[in-house]
């Protein structure tokens, strides 16, 4: 028997630049060095998978997933990042039915809770039942877990990943004792800008977005590849917060629940974090002593000035192993490890969470 997990293969942009899919091919590359094979699959997405049929599109789905046998296990990293339910569908159902593998979904983003902040029956929509189309769902967090459960009617049987990876082995700037934020994202959003509430200096990174002219203390400092910023984080925190005016309307509450990979790239450059305390990861920042935990970003200020010199190195150093975790991949290997004990060994740990 032969353990899988699924890799899409993007262009150089995106693969360097959009948070999804570098999550994605970091995982696969991390997994693939504890005896996992990858199985790679371009980046499709609706139109032209609706424009060429579903004769055609089984024909991808054979010349992608027909070297799976029975019996084989299959990670699927999900969502595919095709936009297209449709095909989404096909290819588990391939996977299941004709292939007769187990399938494991590898969850790194819900699609309606990005897109709606709203407090209704989520159940019907596709990102959430096509879950229960797995023999086992890896979720990002306990929260989460409950949140699937609760309000998106999932009844696969779960497990927390716990964090994300950030894979990285460059070199790392010495960490300096500085009141300033840094915030990473794949686009300045400026609702997060209008949001916020103090002089404390902030850098940017990321493409602007058009912001225009903003205040002396937000620096732009533009757009990085992904493996190119950890270097450049020389001090200071590492902001955790989503626009309540975001683009993406359901963000800032999905913020409560995800893993954001934010949070895995400042503990792989090593610096402190900063979050709300309604975040899925708050009480572990604090009960370690990785970072400051708020109740609004109105606090963010007297948080910051309240931290001594001494208090901040003392973060640094409680930072180093989980700097080291997820910088290996640590994460994804140990989730893919349990995962492949439940379905195949029926071992389950304290952390399996059955549907209700």
Do not use: C
Not at 37 to 62: F, I
Not at 119 to 136: F, H, I, P, Q, V
Not at 275 to 280: P, V
């Amino acid at each position: 028997m032969t353990n899988w997990i699924t890799s899409v293969v993007d262009n150089d942009y995106v693969t360097k630049r959009a948070s999804g899919i570098i999550a994605n091919q970091m995982a696969a590359k991390s997994v693939s060095s504890v005896g996992f094979r990858q199985l790679y699959y371009p980046r499709m997405y609706a139109k032209q998978l609706q424009e060429v049929g579903k004769d055609t599109r089984r024909e991808y789905l054979e010349a992608m997933l027909g070297s799976v046998l029975p019996g084989d296990t299959v990670i699927v990293q999900y969502p595919l990042w095709t936009n297209s339910t449709e095909f989404e569908l096909e290819f588990v159902n391939y996977l299941k039915e004709n292939r007769q593998a187990k399938v494991v979904a590898l969850v790194w983003d819900i699609i309606s809770w990005v897109q709606d902040n709203r407090e209704r029956d989520y159940t019907g929509d596709a990102s959430l039942w096509m879950l229960n189309k797995y023999d086992l769902v890896i979720a990002a967090n306990d929260k989460m877990i409950e949140r699937l459960q609760h309000e998106g009617g999932v009844t696969s049987a779960m497990i927390p990943m716990h964090l994300t990876d950030f894979v990285y082995h460059g070199p790392l700037a010495a960490k300096q004792f500085k009141r300033e934020l840094y915030y990473v994202s794949t686009g300045i959003d400026p609702a997060l800008i209008d949001e916020y509430p103090t002089n404390i200096p902030i850098n940017f990174i990321g493409p602007d977005n058009g912001v225009g002219e903003v205040p002396e203390y937000i620096h732009l400092l533009g757009a990085m590849d992904s493996n190119d910023i950890p270097r450049h984080l020389d001090g200071g925190f590492g902001l955790l917060y989503y626009a309540q005016n975001s683009g993406y309307k359901g963000m800032h509450r999905y913020g409560e629940y995800n893993n954001p990979m934010k949070l895995s790239l400042y503990l792989a450059a090593g610096i402190p974090v900063v979050t709300l305390a309604n975040t899925a990861h708050a009480r572990w920042i604090k009960e370690r002593g990785i970072g400051l935990v708020i109740d609004s970003l109105s606090d963010i200020e007297s948080a910051i000035n309240g931290v001594s010199e001494a208090e901040y190195y003392r973060m640094i150093a409680n930072i180093k192993p989980f700097q080291s975790a997820v910088s290996s991949g640590f994460f994804a290997k140990s989730a893919a490890l349990e995962a492949i004990g439940y379905v195949n060994l029926d071992i389950q740990t304290g952390g399996d969470k059955k549907g209700e």
